[in-house]
């Protein structure tokens, strides 16, 4: 696709399928509805691996294999356009969260 293309410029899409940390987990999938992206650079900010930078006026995806998949991107975005897939199983959030406060 090339800049040019409608399609191309309304989404981006990335799936990690190597090099993922935990074998049972499937890869995240960053989803960047780039029509709906302002470019504020929140979930940037929020993103500690950082998985996602800004390029121009839009958020783009640096590495799917530096996404914790913790959701603070989807969860700051004022305008719902940044979406990870799959989501965090809850025992794994949980587990997270209760290691953190070690
Ligand atoms: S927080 Fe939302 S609108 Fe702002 S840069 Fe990120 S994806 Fe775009
Ligand atoms: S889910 Fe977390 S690690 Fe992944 S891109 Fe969003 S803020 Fe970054």
């Known amino acids: 696709m090339s800049p040019s293309d409608p399609v191309s410029q309304e989404k981006q899409a990335s799936t990690g399928s190597k090099n993922h940390k935990k074998k049972d987990q499937p890869p995240a999938e960053i989803v960047i509805?780039?029509?709906w992206c302002k470019g504020c650079g929140i979930c940037v900010d929020f993103c500690k691996p950082q998985a996602i930078?800004?390029?121009g006026?839009?958020?783009s995806i640096?590495?799917?294999d530096k996404?914790?998949?913790c959701r603070m991107?989807?969860?700051m975005?004022?305008?719902?356009?940044?979406?990870i897939d799959p989501p965090v199983p809850m025992e794994e959030m949980a587990q997270k969260a209760r290691e953190s406060r070690r």
Do not use: K, L
């Not at 975005?77 to 979406?83: G, R, Y």
């Open 57 to 59: 006026p839009v958020v």
């Open 67 to 69: 996404c914790t998949r």
């Open 73 to 75: 991107c989807e969860a």
């Open 33 to 35: 509805n780039i029509a």
């Open 77 to 83: 975005c004022p305008d719902f356009a940044i979406e």
């Open 62 to 64: 640096v590495s799917v």
């Open 53 to 55: 930078e800004m390029q």
